[in-house]
């Protein structure tokens, strides 16, 4: 006959088995199930530097100015926030510092009050660039300091026409890519004053393929300075909407944008080499 183990054996029974489940989890000999996996973090985003490109005209202005800002953002909006505008109310010292360099492209006549142009010069000594193409130099006559700036005012030009640009200086970004002698069709400016004793000359024209007004042999177009704490670069070309479909005068403003925003400067003998921003 089969005993069958009474109610209280097995009640004895199940307590000690309970107890010694409880003690193998504490000593942690039970396997136990692993966590949900979860996704891998991913970092956000690094936020890109920033540029502002200016554009305001009080006087003439270029037909060629929409046709500039859309080659800007062709060639820069891979390395930098572009923010385009003709609104003076963003010069505000605290609006600026969001940007590593401000372009002025072909502006014209007294664009700026006491309190903008305050906030500009702030923005250059706290290290901010500046680059000018064409009428930049046309632009705030009456402040000194921009004149400064930007390295000449401009006083007339001739017709536009084919010329020659000789490259003086092969040994920074926005002339390393183009050849000795550059000859292209343009608006060619004269300056109020030779450039050259404040700046570093990148370029001139060659005035014997200039008809016209000209600088008497020695007529500065390019140039570049660190100004005050800050970088400025200029280019007197521009002034018509075909400039921004020539490869080499993209890659020129291109390279110059990105040196006054504060990019390093590849050698001359590899122009192709990616410009580095600096920290």
């Not at 409880?22 to 690094?46: C, Y």
């Not at 540029?51 to 005209?57: A, D, G, M, P």
């Not at 270029?62 to 109310?89: K, V």
Request: overall charge negative; glycine content about 6%.
């Amino acid at each position: 006959m089969q005993v069958t183990p009474s109610r209280s054996l097995r009640s004895i029974a199940c307590l000690l088995i309970g107890a010694a489940l409880i003690a193998a989890f504490a000593q942690g000999s039970v396997p136990q199930s692993k966590p949900a996996a979860t996704a891998p973090t991913v970092p956000p985003a690094t936020a890109l530097p920033r540029l502002l490109v200016f554009s305001k005209t009080a006087s003439f202005r270029h037909d060629s100015i929409p046709t500039g800002i859309a080659c800007i953002r062709e060639l820069l909006s891979a390395r930098y926030e572009i923010d385009a505008t003709e609104d003076a109310s963003v010069f505000t010292a605290e609006n600026l510092a969001r940007y590593k360099a401000i372009v002025f492209l072909s502006t014209t006549g007294n664009i700026l009050d006491p309190a903008q142009e305050a906030a500009l010069e702030k923005f250059v000594h706290a290290g901010g660039g500046f680059a000018g193409i064409h009428a930049a130099a046309d632009t705030e006559h009456e402040w000194p300091w921009y004149g400064k700036l930007v390295g000449a005012y401009f006083l007339t030009h001739p017709k536009p026409q084919e010329s020659t640009v000789i490259v003086e200086k092969k040994d920074h970004p926005s002339t390393a890519m183009l050849p000795d002698r550059w000859t292209r069709f343009d608006e060619w400016y004269v300056y109020k004053d030779n450039p050259r004793a404040r700046v570093h000359v990148l370029a001139s024209l060659d005035d014997s393929t200039v008809e016209g007004d000209d600088m008497n042999g020695d007529h500065p177009i390019a140039w570049f300075q660190e100004f005050e704490g800050g970088r400025s670069w200029y280019t007197g070309g521009g002034h018509t909407k075909e400039s921004y479909a020539e490869p080499l005068f993209r890659a020129h403003i291109e390279a110059g944008i990105r040196w006054a925003a504060g990019e390093s400067m590849p050698s001359a003998t590899a122009p192709t080499t990616p410009l580095t921003p600096l920290n």
